[in-house]
């Protein structure tokens, strides 16, 4: 049995951004960063995250840029591109589940 979920806690880099499928279900995609390691080490992490249904619908004017939250959901395939100066870059890529927001009194309100 294979087990695929993912916990990330970051911030929102941009404000999110909803549409609609042919079906009419509604997606929300926003996008989260989070650092990895330390010092001259240090990296920014970016995580494509896609949010779906009513839930997704009431909580998109919620997702502004800077807010922190944290995400549970569904790993999905790495994406792969080539970034402007020709070198490799990778992105990962999330179906949330679950989200809270941190770091304010919204914390504890978990949608």
Known sequence: MSYNKLV???RLGK???M???DTGKAVVNFSIAYDHGYGD???TVWVECSMFGERAEKLTQFLTKGKSVLVDGKLSPVNTY???D???GASLRMTVNELAFTGSKQA???F
């Open 8 to 10: 990330i806690e970051g």
């Open 15 to 17: 404000d999110a951004e």
């Open 19 to 21: 549409r609609y499928l």
């Open 41 to 43: 080490k240090k990296e």
């Open 82 to 84: 080539t970034k402007k």
């Open 86 to 88: 020709g070198t490799a």
């Open 108 to 110: 504890e309100e978990v």
